[in-house]
């Protein structure tokens, strides 16, 4: 059984940057694809980006060019750099993994989940 453990969200003006952390309790999860996704109030939760267990990345359309996923497996941490932040990227954001070394982009195909950090992004 894998825990996560997101950090990092805040508040943060338009135009601004901020770096998600999920740390991971298994040292086998370096053979995880692993993935962040969101959630904003009333809406779905959504796939923002994910590295497979061969280290390829995939990203939603809406944060192409403004974000980078990436992770240090000597930490167990997967990270989420976000940049350019926009408002409507307000949203409650979740690390997931999956035990399977491909990605999906679906939500449902993702069997461990961290309990989620709030990125707020002020106008």
């Known amino acids: 059984q894998v825990q996560l453990v997101e950090s990092g969200g805040g508040l943060v003006q338009a135009g601004g940057s901020l770096r998600l952390s999920c740390a991971a309790s298994d040292r086998t999860f370096i053979k995880y694809a692993m993935g962040w996704f969101r959630q904003a109030p009333g809406k779905e939760r959504v796939f923002v980006a994910a590295?497979?267990?061969?280290?390829?990345?995939y990203y939603g359309d809406f944060v192409k060019g403004r974000a980078t996923i990436s992770r240090e497996s000597a930490k167990n941490t997967l990270y989420l750099q976000l940049n350019n932040l926009k408002p409507e990227d307000t949203a409650v954001y979740y690390c997931?993994?999956?035990?399977?070394?491909?990605?999906?982009?679906?939500?449902?195909?993702?069997?461990?989940w961290g309990q989620g950090t709030q990125v707020t992004v002020s106008s």
């Open positions: 997931a993994a999956r035990a399977s070394t491909s990605v999906v982009y679906a939500a449902a195909a993702y069997d461990y």
């Open positions: 590295i497979s267990g061969l280290e390829s990345t």
